[in-house]
């Protein structure tokens, strides 16, 4: 798997250059042997930090014991926000900077130790302790900083160890999150597909092709091994290659979409009561939803729109949904002022003049029923209802609707969305 990405990296059919920084990567029995081996190797242990959180500070004890090195545990239900980065920020200047932070955990403690040791030029390593999210060897860190929804760049991992008896004894939920988390590759490789037809956006057909191995081999995983003792291990392979495939793009792009945008959107709790569902669980969710408004507005690819650019990132539209967190969403979206928006780089004839491939992109999506008969066979949910969120028509339309402005980036579903608003406005 790192073999194969490295090619990318030495040259790529693309013509764009890759980066790698993980330079090791072991997912196997006896991984943790390894790590411990490479870190008495490789740094001094008083100035090594294990990072865990109260569930996962039983796996990171036989690695402090066998190595001597620091530690520090955040709370067991901690998020990756600025209230954990300033604790484990605050430690590290108290305690002095350390020369390698490892990452003992899943999603929330790797995002909090690769922003902080970004923050302070250390590298870090990651040790995940469930097959969870695809994040663990990515370079970027999904943050919720202040309320909103963030990704900021990262450090990569300069190595993995991932041991299939630890990831796998986790709760089946955390294996079946990452099971969802790879199912929206399905909507985020068609986005970033849609966009590169539609604006020229770079896409790497080695990266892409990539990805899509992954996703397969985690559908085919999902619909044959559900009660497969090594599906963890089966879902973390898929994870980590998804994960190579954001390092070397250098950003979310390939692994990450409309879909990911309903799960911020839900996150950041503009239209919705906090939720306990894992971030995996919500972009499961997401997709099955997205693919069933695309294929529902597959008829937008025949019209020209009229997009009013004024309208749709105004204070009117954006503030009723999204409140205090209002002048931070259009900043993302306009980061420049007017002009600067994804949707800006649209034609009116953007899509009339695409309208064949895109509709046989969108005639390809799979059924939303037959995904959410994928995920539920895996224990994962697949409705809003499933997550405890509103079951409802007018929650489900905010969603669809005002998701798309989590980032500044061109969905197909931001395009609906733009032209929606726009001929509601228009209406009034």
Known sequence: MLKEAQKLVASCPCGQK????????????????LLIS??????????????????TEKYALPIISSVGCRAFTLPGNAHANEIETARLSSYIKASGAPSAMIACGSGSVHDIVRYCAHEIGTPFISYPTAASVDGFVSGVAAMTMYGQK???????????????????????KLTASGIGDMIGKITALFDWKISNILTG?????????????????????????????????????????????????GNSRPASGSEHHMSHFWEMHAANEPTDALHGEKVAVGTALMLLHLKSNADIIDKPFDIDESIIFSDDVIRPVYGSLTDGIIKENIPNGKGSSVI???????????????????????????IRDLLRSCGCPAALDEISLPDNDKFTKLSLYFSPYVRNRLTLSKIISAVFISEEAHKR
Request: hydrophobic content about 40%.
């Open 18 to 33: 890759h980066a790698i920084k993980t330079s090791v990567l072991e997912c196997r029995d006896g991984a943790t042997e």
């Open 201 to 249: 956006e770079p896409l790497c057909s080695p990266i892409y092709s990539m990805m899509k191995e992954a996703l397969g081999g985690i559908i085919y995983a999902a619909e044959n091994n559900a009660d497969d003792p090594k599906l963890p291990l089966l879902v973390m392979n898929g994870l980590l290659l998804s994960g190579l495939c954001m390092q070397l793009s």
């Open 150 to 172: 963030l990704t900021y760049p990262s450090s990569s991992p300069v190595a993995l160890f991932a041991e299939p008896a630890v990831f796998s004894s986790a709760p089946r």
């Open 38 to 55: 490479y870190l008495k190797k490789n740094f001094s242990a008083k100035d090594i930090l294990v990072v865990s959180d109260e569930n």
């Open 344 to 370: 800006a780089k649209l034609g009116n004839n953007s899509l009339t003049a695409h309208a064949e491939e895109i509709g046989r992109l969108i005639e390809s999506l799979p059924a939303p029923e037959k």
